[in-house]
């Protein structure tokens, strides 16, 4: 007794208080993978039914959290912009953008848009200024991880480059937690998203690995590659089949570079318990604007791409897995 009061009160304490063992002291305090399930802060699964919302160009369009949420969704990917092409979106958006999402019960995806193809697209960001953009926000985002899934780059590889995916992504994953982030990561594939190279698919346990947190979503992107239902499968059921976790980032109903099926990526979806996210809410270029789910943010003027998503088979309101995070519930 003598020498335990030698010590100080502190000491004692950390000596005899039971203390966690290393995996415990790794438990992610968020969004966290089990094999290729995705469990949400109170340990319950969670599969993403959402939409993407393009906040960095359109930042006003606010009521856009409150939509999306009514049209069935349970999470937002939201583009944000590092700098280099758009933005930066500043911290103090992105503190009201998650108290948005969070005030709508809506999982919130981060996510860079400036990596979009780079190596191939000019000016585009790389996964180490991405990085250095979220180093940036970290004073908003720690302490969210219960509410927030951060997208460390949009599509950050075209296809001529996408073998340097692998390291880029180590590195990227790595130096995020080094600078303390704890939230669940995730990733997007080369190849423009679309992972035609299978770089993403062959790679991920080891990126998976090099985490020490083992906390990375993998996101594809289906559009032209994903054409037939046997491709949409095939992919799916490759992560499946390996227990690894994986959500669809991005799909379309049609694109420049061929016709998704989107009825097989829905169906998919819903067979494997895969989350997906629909490109996108509303105010695309007009060169893409086949894609807008509501004209001019109107949720009353819903088009054809977004009366599938929102109302059709498999789609945000009849999916059985659009329910809300367990963690905006008592």
Not at 298 to 303: E, F, G, I, V
């Amino acid at each position: 007794m003598g020498i335990l009061l030698a010590l100080g009160p502190a000491t004692i304490s950390r000596l005899v208080s039971p203390q966690p063992s290393p995996s415990e002291a790794r438990r992610p305090p968020g969004f966290r993978v089990s094999g290729r399930l995705i469990l949400d802060a109170k340990g319950n699964p969670f599969v993403i039914r959402g939409v993407n919302h393009l906040h960095v160009w359109h930042p006003h369009q606010t009521r856009a959290f409150a939509d999306i949420r009514n049209a069935g969704a349970n999470a937002v990917r939201v583009a944000l912009g590092s700098g280099q092409r758009w933005g930066p979106s500043p911290a103090t958006e992105v503190a009201d953008v998650i108290r948005r999402c969070k005030h709508h019960h809506l999982v919130c995806v981060l996510q860079v848009h400036d990596t979009t193809g780079y190596g191939e697209q000019e000016g585009a960001a790389s996964l180490d200024q991405a990085v250095a953009y979220w180093r940036s926000l970290y004073p908003v985002l720690t302490g969210e991880e219960a509410y927030v899934i951060v997208n460390i780059g949009n599509e950050p590889h075209g296809t001529r480059n996408a073998r340097n995916w692998v390291q880029d992504t180590i590195r990227a994953v790595r130096a995020l937690r080094q600078s303390g982030f704890r939230h669940a990561l995730m990733v997007d594939a080369p190849d423009w998203g679309q992972d035609r190279q299978r770089i993403m698919r062959d790679n991920a346990r080891r990126i998976l690995r090099a985490d020490p947190d083992r906390n990375v979503i993998f996101s594809v992107h289906m559009y032209g590659a994903y054409n037939t239902a046997t491709a949409v499968q095939a992919y799916i059921r490759w992560f499946v089949e390996r227990d690894l976790p994986l959500v669809i980032g991005e799909f379309g109903w049609m694109h420049t570079d061929g016709d998704p099926n989107e009825d097989a990526i829905m169906a998919y979806a819903d067979q494997y318990r895969i989350g997906y996210l629909g490109w996108s809410w509303s105010g695309n270029h007009e060169s893409m604007a086949y894609l807008d789910m509501v004209l001019m943010f109107d949720p009353n003027r819903l088009t054809p791409w977004g009366e599938r998503l929102i109302n059709g088979p498999n789609g945000l309101r009849s999916s059985p897995y659009s329910a809300e995070a367990s963690v905006y519930r008592p």
